[in-house]
């Protein structure tokens, strides 16, 4: 397991904390520490029990989640958007967000199905909900807590298997038209961050096998989406997931 430090010893430090959700690869923290890596920013990274409530990171971020990047003195950056831009600000080198407008846009959009509210990791995280309460699975209140978190009602976990598969089949149209036209990333020639996004994201679709990313069982199995959903994804966005872990990422995880 990769090394953690606690919130008030973090608190002293220089540099870049990033608060990630010790011992689970979470897409969302590792998403992040991936736009990070690529760029050999380094960090240090602070332990976040996750689903529980933390009032030394409450009081040091004014919420409780993971990830949470803070550099020196700055305010914290809880958002995809915002630690994806301090990235980029601190390392220019490679860019993850390309400098053609119209490639801009699409990488922006393009990350915001796949992370944004609504999207890809969002629908996902509705339909566990939605499975545990329907089945009245819950007995710790642990998905009831997650569906606070994520808006969930019954209509919207009923409704958020066909949107994640919705945004499978435009991921898939992308990365095939870019194969079609000679190239090996989601946008544009080289790796951007819809690339890194759809890395850590695609764990929600089928995760890495267990020597390249160890689960409990149970979580593995959570993270397996369904036939409805696996059946509208091409092949191909699962071969461009190891593609960037293998070249870009590298394996096996360490969480």
């Not at 009081?59 to 305010?75: K, L, M």
């Amino acid at each position: 397991m990769a090394e953690y430090v606690e919130i008030e010893a973090a608190k002293k430090l220089p540099g870049l904390r990033l608060v990630l959700s010790a011992g689970v690869p979470g897409p969302f923290g590792e998403a992040a520490r991936y736009c990070f890596e690529v760029k050999q920013i380094p960090y240090v990274r602070v332990r976040q029990v996750p689903l529980q409530s933390d009032a030394a990171l409450l009081a040091w971020t004014a919420q409780t989640s993971a990830p949470v990047a803070i550099f020196e003195q700055e305010r914290p950056r809880t958002s995809w958007v915002e630690i994806l831009q301090l990235a980029e600000r601190l390392a220019s080198k490679p860019p993850l967000i390309p400098a053609r407008p119209e490639e801009r846009m699409r990488m922006w959009g393009l990350c915001h199905e796949i992370a944004g509210d609504g999207g890809f990791g969002w629908q996902r995280r509705l339909m566990m909900v939605h499975g545990a309460v329907s089945a009245n699975a819950d007995p710790s209140g642990v998905m009831a807590h997650l569906g606070r978190k994520y808006g969930y009602t019954p209509e919207t976990g009923a409704a958020a298997a066909a949107r994640s598969a919705e945004i499978l089949r435009t991921l898939s149209a992308q990365l095939v038209a870019q194969r079609d036209a000679g190239s090996r990333y989601l946008v544009g020639e080289t790796l951007s961050a819809a690339d890194l996004y759809w890395a850590a994201f695609a764990t929600m679709l089928e995760p890495l096998p267990e020597a390249d990313c160890p689960l409990p069982a149970m979580l593995r199995a959570a993270y397996i989406a369904p036939p409805e959903v696996r059946e509208a994804a091409h092949p191909a966005l699962l071969e461009h997931r190891d593609f960037v872990y293998r070249e870009h990422i590298g394996l096996p995880l360490d969480f």
